[in-house]
């Protein structure tokens, strides 16, 4: 069993920054690929980036690409999401979500395990 919480998010203007946190609880959480996703008001829950138990990372959806990076540090049981040059559009509450696979995927319905969300509002 494995249980995230994030953490992080918040209000910012456009063209602000913000590094979001997965902290997740249970020995074996290195061994779990996670991914971000987030979700807009009345929109699917959309895949923006992940990582592979072993530091891999795939290439962001084409929304963020160039804007957000994603790391972990598997001593802390920790992934972060670091969002740079936010736009209105980056708007949404962000999840993080762990697999016990060694692949990323970007299907929600993959994944084992997510955390509440956190809310992240940039303001024009």
């Known amino acids: 069993q494995v249980l995230l919480v994030e953490s992080g998010g918040g209000l910012v203007q456009t063209g602000g920054s913000l590094r979001l946190s997965c902290a997740a609880s249970g020995r074996t959480f290195s061994s779990y690929t996670v991914a971000w996703f987030r979700q807009a008001p009345g929109k699917e829950r959309e895949f923006i980036i992940g990582?592979?138990?072993?530091?891999?990372?795939?290439e962001p959806a084409h929304p963020v690409k160039g804007r957000f990076t994603i790391s972990r540090d598997n001593a802390k049981n920790t992934v972060y999401l670091q969002m740079n040059s936010l736009k209105p559009e980056d708007t949404a509450v962000y999840y993080c979500?762990?697999?016990?696979?060694?692949?990323?995927?970007?299907?929600?319905?993959?994944?084992?395990?997510w955390g509440q969300g956190t809310q992240v509002t940039v303001s024009s």
């Open positions: 990582i592979s138990w072993s530091g891999s990372t795939t």
């Open positions: 979500a762990a697999r016990s696979g060694i692949l990323v995927v970007t299907a929600t319905t993959s994944y084992d395990y």
